[in-house]
């Protein structure tokens, strides 16, 4: 390495100047003027749950549920196909990761073998008499609780960013869990935040058979004792939520016609009364199937279903195609809540609360303060260890630390790290470890002193023959640092990450920075003495 080469100082105040544009944002917040956001970014430093407070949600999901609901999807896929070509199916079984077709004759068996073998490629298919079973392959069911994990960590991304709360942390964890944090939420907030995570958001259209003030009433009508016996009908009962005194009860079809997954839109509106409500519509395919649904339905009530319950069931008086209303006894938030979720999605699988946790902001300054004070106590004992032990050496080292700090925190900015209180502690171990290299650094320097040599070049030998030394103690610190980083999560993530950065930046710190400082106060004929 030239003694001052114009590249490398070039290249640092470069990174410095980035590092100062990125930081920018964390200290003026809106102050920031109107242009800045085209040209520059706008995000700075994050901060975490536990410095800024807010709500920490560890769910659960229930992704052996999308395994039953593909093989609905499969039955009602070959039903509609044996309808169009006129094949009677007798009934049909769920049994795990199986679903068996029941046949009338030979006939009808041999006319739908054709259909299943379609599926071929994601179950095995037998014959047993007047049967087909489908079994889905082991490759395909993992396939299908993976998606539907990843289904519901993208829904409820959504949700949590259209409620207008920025950088919520929504990770994977584990094989069947998902992590939520939302940063910064308010009190009047967090309620909501979590109902809005918890909520099915699960939409269905069915027409009604039949209404009562009570189930029991309802049961006794079908000649039934429990909805069990009732869904051996083929029909479900719901509770109702609509308002109305005798209509407490409903009976249905169990299987929903229409779905809210063919929604293209939801907004809050008001009904004729004035009372909140949510306007929905549909897209292409969904249109088509409500259009249908309605017109074949004429003077029969439609029931609106919202997570299992029937929030209004309106007289279908003429076809209707494109859009509707759901009423109810909403609340003004309630339903800017429902028309949120509704157009983010409904949840593909159910999901769990396992861990529910609420920070408050005053605890997360407690964090910041102690965070600083740990940094600043820290920062200041290595300044004076550094200068009393090796003099300028120890100077140009903490002018380097000073710039390391500064590349670390806009690498954090830059890459949308959120800092949390590991992370802090982070920060605090790299200014240990760039300390340490520079040791390395400074007493293999005082070793070529010991020999004779001239102050530049016993620098040169010093930085030369320590940079293997320094790399190799570095490297394996930072690959225990990825590893966290790739298994870890939440916290142990945050600190590996901020530990990986650090590392780099110190090894540049360390090799590049320091050195320049140092040959540009040895770069002249006459070099000082060496005070170190």
């Known amino acids: 390495m030239n003694r001052v080469s114009r590249t490398w100082i070039s290249l640092i105040v470069i990174i410095a100047v980035l590092s ?5 944002p964390t200290f003026l917040g809106d102050q920031l003027p109107g242009w800045w956001g085209k040209v520059f970014p706008k995000r700075g430093v994050r901060l975490g749950l536990d410095l800024k407070g807010g709500v920490f949600l560890l769910l659960g999901v229930r992704s052996e549920e999308a395994v039953d609901q593909e093989l609905t999807n499969i039955k009602d896929l070959i039903s509609e196909q044996l309808n169009k070509d006129k094949i009677l199916l007798k009934g049909f079984e769920k049994n795990g990761e199986a679903l068996t077709l029941n046949f009338f004759t030979k006939r009808d068996l041999d006319n739908a ?16 008499d007047l049967s087909i079973s489908f079994t889905l392959k082991g490759s395909y069911v993992e396939e299908l609780q993976r998606r539907a994990i990843d289904q519901v960590k993208q829904v409820i991304e959504n949700r949590v960013t259209e409620f207008g709360l920025v950088e919520p942390v929504i990770q994977r964890a584990g094989t069947d869990r998902v992590i939520i944090q939302v940063p910064g939420a308010s009190a009047f907030d967090r309620e909501r935040i979590i109902n809005i995570i918890k909520r099915a958001a699960v939409l269905e259209f069915k027409i009604v058979e039949d209404i009562g003030p009570s189930d029991q009433t309802l049961l006794a009508k079908f000649n039934v004792s429990s909805p069990e016996e009732l869904a051996d009908q083929g029909l479900k009962l719901h509770a109702g939520d609509t308002g109305v005194e005798n209509e407490k009860f409903f009976v249905t079809g169990n299987e929903a016609q229409v779905t809210g997954q063919y929604l293209s839109d939801a907004r809050l509106t008001f009904d004729e009364l004035g009372r909140p409500a949510v306007s929905f519509s549909f897209r292409g395919e969904g249109a088509n199937k ?10 029969r009530r439609l029931a609106i279903v919202l997570d299992g319950v029937i929030k209004s069931a309106p007289n279908i008086e003429d076809r209707i195609t494109s859009q509707g209303i759901i009423r109810g006894s909403f609340a003004l938030d309630e339903a800017k809540d429902l028309a949120l979720v509704l157009r983010s999605g409904a949840l593909p699988v159910p999901v769990v609360v396992e861990q529910e946790r609420t920070v408050g902001p005053s605890l997360g300054r407690d964090s910041i303060e102690k965070g600083k004070l740990s940094m600043i106590v820290g920062g200041i004992l290595v300044v004076v260890f550094m200068i009393f032990f090796y003099r300028l050496q120890g100077l140009i080292a903490d002018m380097a630390l000073a710039i390391n700090m500064l590349f670390i925190v806009g690498f954090l900015s830059a890459f949308g790290i959120t800092l949390t209180l590991p992370g802090i502690a982070g920060l605090v171990l790299t200014l240990g470890m760039a300390v340490d290299g520079n040791v390395i650094i400074f007493e293999r320097i005082k070793e070529e002193v010991r020999v004779g040599k001239s102050p530049l070049a016993a620098i040169d030998a010093g930085y030369s023959r320590s940079l293997w030394t320094v790399l190799d103690a570095n490297i394996t610190t930072l690959l225990t640092a990825l590893i966290l980083f790739w298994f870890g999560t939440g916290p142990i993530k945050g600190f590996a990450a901020t530990l990986s950065i650090g590392i780099v930046s110190t090894v540049f710190s360390n090799v590049v920075v320091a050195r320049m400082i140092t040959n540009l106060f040895y770069a002249e004929k006459k070099a000082p003495a060496l005070s170190i």
């Open 20 to 24: 100062i544009i990125l930081l920018t």
């Open 113 to 128: 073998r054709e259909i299943g073998t379609s599926y071929s490629d994601v179950a095995d298919i037998k014959e047993t």
């Open 290 to 299: 409500f259009g249908k649904l309605t017109e074949e339905n004429l003077q």
